[in-house]
C-alpha cells in the first residue's frame, strides 16, 4: 500500500522599491521586487513550507531563520533544492503540487508557464505536475490595494519504501 502526506504552505511579503522580482525562481524584469530577509521569493518559500508540513520536517523559519545572516539575499531555489533532499531523505518524493498567487500586479499570465517549467526542474518533477494559478484579491485588504503578494501552495509527497 503506498502512503501519502499533503501539506499546506503560506508566504507572503510586501513590496519593496530597489529590489528585483523573483518568483517561483524566475525574475520578473522591471517589476518592483518583494522585501525579505533572501531573495524574497514568496512563492518557493510557500512551496518549501508546504514539502515541510507534508514530511513532518518543521517549517521554512526552522530550517532557514531570518535571524541567520548565512541566508541573507539568499536565493531561495537553493533553499529548495535543500528541502528537496531532506524530503527525499526523508524516505518522500513529490507527487504534485498546487500553487496559487495572489496579487494585483504584476500580470502573472505571461509567466506562469515558465515558472512551472522551472519549479518542476527542481522538484525533479514533470511541469503536468505543478499547478500555478495567479489570481487577484479583486481590490480587498492590502495584498487588494497593491501592497504585496501572499501565496497559498499544497504539495503531495509520495512514500518511496512503503
Known amino acids: ?77 537553493k533553499l529548495l533544492l535543500s528541502v528537496v533532499d531532506e524530503v527525499d531523505k526523508a524516505g518522500w518524493s513529490v507527487g504534485n503540487v498546487d500553487i496559487t498567487i495572489i496579487c494585483e500586479r504584476p500580470k502573472l499570465r505571461p509567466h506562469v508557464d515558465t515558472m512551472r517549467t522551472r519549479l518542476a526542474a527542481l522538484l525533479g518533477v514533470p511541469a503536468a505536475c505543478v499547478s500555478l494559478k495567479g489570481k487577484t484579491n479583486e481590490k480587498m485588504d492590502d495584498v487588494g490595494a497593491g501592497i504585496g503578494i501572499e501565496v497559498h501552495a499544497v504539495c503531495l509527497l509520495k512514500g518511496k519504501n512503503q
Open 1 to 77: 500500500m503506498e502512503a501519502f502526506r499533503i501539506g499546506f504552505g503560506y508566504d507572503s511579503h510586501r513590496f519593496e522599491e530597489g529590489r528585483r522580482l523573483v518568483l517561483a525562481g524566475v525574475e520578473l524584469p522591471g517589476e518592483t521586487g518583494l522585501k525579505g530577509h533572501s531573495d524574497a521569493d514568496v512563492v518557493v518559500h510557500a512551496l518549501i513550507d508546504s514539502m515541510l508540513g507534508a514530511a513532518a520536517l518543521g517549517d521554512i523559519g526552522s530550517h532557514f531563520p531570518d535571524t541567520d545572516d548565512r541566508w541573507r539575499g539568499a536565493d531561495s531555489t
